[in-house]
T-cell receptor
């Protein structure tokens, strides 16, 4: 099946620094990738949708200047958390939808646990 | 706003017991419905999905779900669970006018004991 790889799996950073998370589709081309955030005991919340070669679409309440998304190729999207603060600590998950896949069905990465200290 | 509710947060069963996990959504229009499973330390995987047609959907590993439009529900069932079904289960919905956005429930943690 289709594989989506996320890197790193976990990261600890100091407050005020920036962290980049990569999301790669390993065996298919993904025109659309999605970034989610999950707080403990809560559901996954969609942060943004990124389309290859264009600007990401952010959900209401998500700061686009804080969560920079770049989808430079059909197999790679990156999420950069800029000037991270402890409240940004969370579990970030990406998913990717192949070109030929129908509505909403996407393949997920393993997630990245970010801890800001 | 649209939402998805999973009322069972933690379910503990013995092997061979039957399973039913509840999922309700709040939206009056056309929806696509999904169940995802996340085994310990692994990615979210699609278990089954409903787009249209027969409201009883069969998925992988013996799971099935029934879409009951009048109840806004999409409950997941399995007649006889196994220890290997221990995982977190997420119900999700996408709306016909915005199929890119998956709205997830909070998940149900299933523990199956031998």
């Amino acid at each position: 099946g289709a594989v989506v790889s996320q890197h790193p799996s976990w990261v600890i950073c100091k407050s005020g620094t920036s962290v980049k998370i990569e999301c790669r589709s390993l065996d298919f081309q993904a025109t659309t990738m999605f970034w989610y955030r999950q707080f403990p005991k809560q559901s996954l919340m969609l942060m943004a949708t990124s389309n290859e070669g264009s600007k990401a679409t952010y959900e209401q309440g998500v700061e686009k200047d804080k969560f920079l998304i770049n989808h430079a190729s059909l197999t790679l999207s990156t999420l950069t958390v800029t000037s991270a603060h402890p409240e940004d600590s969370s579990f970030y998950i990406c998913s990717a939808r192949a070109v030929e896949v129908r509505t909403g069905e996407a393949f997920f990465g393993q997630g990245t646990r970010l801890t800001v200290v | 706003a649209q939402s998805v509710s999973q009322h069972n947060h933690h379910v503990i069963l013995s092997e061979a017991a039957s399973l039913e996990l509840g999922c309700n959504y709040s939206y009056g229009g056309t929806v696509n419905l999904f169940w995802y499973v996340q085994y310990p330390g692994q990615h979210l995987q699609l278990l089954l999905k409903y787009f249209s047609g027969d409201p009883l959907v069969k998925g992988i590993k013996g799971f099935e779900a029934e879409f009951i439009k009048s109840k806004f529900s999409f409950n997941l069932r399995k007649p006889s669970v196994q220890w290997s079904d221990t995982a977190e289960y997420f119900c999700a919905v996408s709306l016909s006018y915005n199929t890119d956005k998956l709205i997830f429930g909070t998940g149900t943690r299933l523990q199956v004991f031998p």
